[in-house]
T-cell receptor, first 116, second 114 residues
Framework: AQKVTQAQTEISVVEKEDVTLDCVYETRDTTYYLFWYKQPPSGELVFLIRRNSFDEQNEISGRYSWNFQKSTSSFNFTITASQVVDSAVYFCALSEARNQGGKLIFGQGTELSVKP | DSGVTQTPKHLITATGQRVTLRCSPRSGDLSVYWYQQSLDQGLQFLIQYYNGEERAKGNILERFSAQQFPDLHSELNLSSLELGDSALYFC?????????????FGEGSRLTVL
């Protein structure tokens, strides 16, 4: 079965703290893709990153970093030195290559609140 | 701005009615996707069209239908509306068929059924 679990429903931090958002996935496929999307208060979904199942290299983009570990089926997202503008709901998503098309399975989302 | 345009942004209607949501994909994108976001179900995939043909189907109700026109815009039709259909409906687009590509989402159409 394909499933994405974001166990943290809400996280609240103070500005400049580091925060990690957890994502655990389930899939039977050997080829799949993982994504993180951000949904700010304005409502749109903003693409942050895509990772394929054959590339376990961690990625860093500015204050954002992602840790992909196939051994634990996890794809965690860390924001370093958080800022108020990072306040949003963050979604982890899975796409299986065997799917006919680009169906994304989303987790329930983690609402991050960064307080000044 | 993702380049995906959805109209209307907000819609309030009554139970039993029918509405049409419209989506214009990014220039050059051939795939259009519809997703529903509700408090109890989260973000759910409804349906995908690629270059005018249905490509993948998710948990789309029989009361809902969609199509993609020759100019690649898409419409999602929701009929016999129920209170539970109140949700944010997202359209997304991608260049290819979406297996490994990123999806560009519109700002959504918020439907309220009273």
């Amino acid at each position: 079965a394909q499933k994405v679990t974001q166990a943290q429903t809400e996280i609240s931090v103070v500005e400049k703290e580091d925060v990690t958002l957890d994502c655990v996935y389930e899939t039977r496929d050997t080829t799949y893709y993982l994504f993180w999307y951000k949904q700010p208060p304005s409502g749109e979904l903003v693409f942050l990153i895509r990772r394929n199942s054959f590339d376990e290299q961690n990625e860093i983009s500015g204050r954002y970093s992602w840790n992909f570990q196939k051994s634990t089926s996890s794809f965690n997202f860390t924001i370093t030195a958080s800022q108020v503008v990072d306040s949003a709901v963050y979604f982890c998503a899975l796409s299986e290559a065997r799917n006919q098309g680009g169906k994304l399975i989303f987790g329930q989302g983690t609402e991050l609140s960064v307080k000044p | 701005d993702s380049g995906v345009t959805q109209t209307p942004k907000h819609l309030i209607t009554a139970t039993g009615q029918r509405v049409t949501l419209r989506c214009s994909p990014r220039s050059g994108d051939l795939s259009v996707y519809w997703y529903q976001q509700s408090l109890d179900q989260g973000l759910q995939f409804l349906i995908q069209y690629y270059n005018g043909e249905e490509r993948a189907k998710g948990n789309i109700l029989e009361r809902f239908s969609a199509q993609q026109f020759p100019d690649l815009h898409s419409e999602l039709n929701l009929s016999s509306l129920e209170l539970g259909d109140s949700a944010l409906y997202f359209c997304a687009s991608s260049v290819g068929q979406g297996r490994d590509g990123e999806l560009f989402f519109g700002e959504g159409s918020r439907l309220t059924v009273l």
